[in-house]
Structure formats: C-alpha cells, structure tokens
C-alpha cells in the first residue's frame, strides 16, 4: 500500500510541475485564460512565432535608454544572434522617431557584437515617453527571420506582422 501511495504522489507531483523546466526557480506560468511567462528584467515581453522566442524591452527612463534582450522559448535563458544591431520605428506623439539598437558585448558570458542577446539605445526622447507605438525591421533568431513586426511599448504582446 506504501509503494502504491508513492507511486501516485509521484506522478501528481509529475503532473502538476510538467511544465516548469528542471533547474529553472523564477520560472512562472499562468494558464487560466491563456499561457504566460514573467520577462527576467521585468521588462516588456514580445512573442516571436508560435512561442519559438520572446523580446524583452527595458526602459531605463532617467538614462533615455532601451534595452532588447532576445530570449529563447519560455523565456528560458538568452539566446543568442548574429545580428549587429536591431532599428526601430517608433511613433511617439503622431512624430515617427528612429532607434538603431546596437549589439552590446557581455565579456562575463562572453558574448561579444554579432554574437548576443542584448541591444542598446540611448535618445532624449526616451526619457518622456511612457507609451509609444513601435515596428521592428527585422530580427534572425535561429535561422529564422521576423520582419515588420508591430507592438505597443509597454503594452508587448503578440506583435502584428505587417504584411506588405
């Protein structure tokens, strides 16, 4: 009787952890109403496909500056890209504004430009904006490509893929 109560504990415990990933403690789901994951800075979160990767967008208001980390499915650790810089059109108050977001070298994980998972940009105007409408130009995550992808910052979400 023993072995079969630890057998079905063993299972229920199995079943209601399945999907948190193994060494993973700030890990968080919410599946009423749709699956959710927190982003690691408290950032804005954008998907990427089918969960296949997210964005995180931090504002850092005081400084005027806006951080990209490129995060893989689940939001599960960075992933990393090739890329050397990430543009963004920004629409703030009817006036489009430009951000180039350039790759930034991490030597603690020895991620350098055109190998990371972390972009930057600085602008005075990011220092005023609470809410802006925001296109992505394109990002390769994996081999595959995300173009004109549309989101509200810090709304985030599932972008709108503007198809031309």
């Given at each position: ?24 403690s ?97 602008a ?12 992505l ?28």
């Open positions: 009787m023993k072995t079969l109560f630890a057998l079905f504990a063993s299972m229920a415990l199995a079943t209601f952890t399945g999907c948190k990933p193994s060494g993973s700030s890990h968080s789901h919410s599946h009423g109403g749709g699956h959710h994951h927190e982003p690691p800075h408290g950032g804005t979160a954008i998907d990427l496909g089918e969960e296949e990767a997210h964005l995180e967008f931090v504002l850092d208001a005081t400084a005027g500056r806006l951080t990209c980390y490129v995060l893989k499915a689940h939001m599960a650790g960075f992933q990393r890209v090739t890329q050397e810089s990430l543009e963004l059109a920004a629409t703030v108050g009817g006036k489009v504004e430009t951000l180039t977001l350039k790759a930034v070298a991490n030597a603690a994980t020895g991620e350098k430009a055109g190998d990371t998972s972390q972009f930057e940009a600085q005075d105007w990011l220092k005023t904006a609470k809410s802006f409408d925001v296109e130009k394109s990002i390769n995550v994996r081999g595959k490509d995300y173009t004109a992808l549309k989101f509200n910052f810090p709304k985030g979400g599932a972008p709108e893929v503007v198809k031309k």
